[in-house]
C-alpha cells in the first residue's frame, strides 16, 4: 500500500534559525496536506497542494509540491517558540480523495 | 458549529473490558476515519467510512471494530482491550478533496 516518509524524524533548533520537514511518498499523490499538531493537541490543517511543482506561503512557512507529486517539503524561516509541535504531512493517491495516508511526523523543538 | 466532538477524552480500562468511543461530526462529512498515535508517533490508520452503512478497515484494524449508521456518528469499538491498545484515539471527518478535522482525541489507558 502507500507510504509516506518523513524525515527528519525530530528537529531542535535555536529561536530564529531555520527549519525544513521534507515528505516523501511511495506513490504519485493527487494533493498533499500539511498538518501541525501542538503538545497534548489535535492535528490542525495548514496547507493543501494540488499542483506540480506548487509554491504556496503562510507568513513564515513555505510548503513546496514536487514536479512528480511524490514529494513535498515544509520550510520555517526565523523560528518562533510558538512554532513548537509536531508537523506531518498526508496524501491522497491512487485516484482517492478519502484515503488520507499520514507521514509520521517531525517533532520540531525551538530553544529560546 | 461543533466540528467534530469525541467522547470521552480519558479512559483507563482494565484488560478484558470493552468500551466504545464516541465521535460525532455536524458538518456533514462523508468521510469518516479513526487514528491512533502513539507517545512519539505518526497516525496510524484503524477503520474508516465513505458514508453511512459503508466501512473499511485501515492499516491496523486488528481488535477494533466500528460502524456507520448515520452521516454524524462513527464509533469505535473495543471488545477486548489489550494493554497494547494503550494509546491516544482521535477520530477525523472530511469531503471530497478537502483538509480533515479532527476531534480533541480520546487518551486511553488499558492496564
Known amino acids: 500500500g502507500q507510504q509516506v516518509m518523513q524525515i527528519p524524524q525530530y528537529q531542535h533548533v535555536q529561536e530564529g534559525e531555520d527549519f525544513t520537514t521534507y515528505c516523501n511518498s511511495s506513490?504519485?499523490?493527487?494533493?498533499i496536506q500539511w498538518y501541525k499538531q501542538r503538545p497534548g493537541g489535535h492535528p490542525v490543517f495548514l496547507i493543501q497542494l494540488v499542483k506540480s511543482g506548487e509554491v504556496k506561503k503562510q507568513k513564515r512557512l513555505t510548503f513546496q509540491f514536487g514536479e512528480a507529486k511524490k514529494n513535498s517539503s515544509l520550510h520555517i524561516t526565523a523560528t518562533q517558540t510558538t512554532d513548537v509541535g509536531t508537523y506531518f504531512c498526508a496524501g491522497h493517491s491512487g485516484g482517492s480523495n478519502y484515503k488520507l495516508t499520514f507521514g509520521k511526523g517531525t517533532l520540531l523543538t525551538v530553544n529560546p | 458549529n461543533a466540528g467534530v466532538t469525541q467522547t470521552p477524552k480519558f479512559r483507563i480500562l482494565k484488560i478484558g473490558q470493552s468500551m466504545t468511543l464516541q465521535c460525532t461530526q455536524d458538518m456533514n462529512h462523508n468521510y469518516m476515519y479513526w487514528y491512533r498515535q502513539d507517545p512519539g508517533m505518526g497516525l496510524k490508520l484503524i477503520y474508516y467510512?465513505?458514508?453511512?452503512?459503508?466501512?473499511d478497515k485501515g492499516e491496523v484494524p486488528n481488535g477494533y471494530n466500528v460502524s456507520r449508521s448515520t452521516t454524524e456518528d462513527f464509533p469505535l469499538r473495543l471488545e477486548l482491550a489489550a494493554p497494547s491498545q494503550t494509546s491516544v484515539y482521535f477520530c477525523?471527518?472530511?469531503?471530497?478533496?478537502?483538509?480533515?478535522?479532527f476531534g480533541q482525541g480520546t487518551r486511553l489507558t488499558v492496564v
Open positions: 477525523a471527518s472530511k469531503d471530497r478533496d478537502t483538509e480533515a478535522f
Open positions: 467510512s465513505v458514508g453511512a452503512g459503508i466501512t
Open positions: 506513490t504519485t499523490l493527487s494533493n
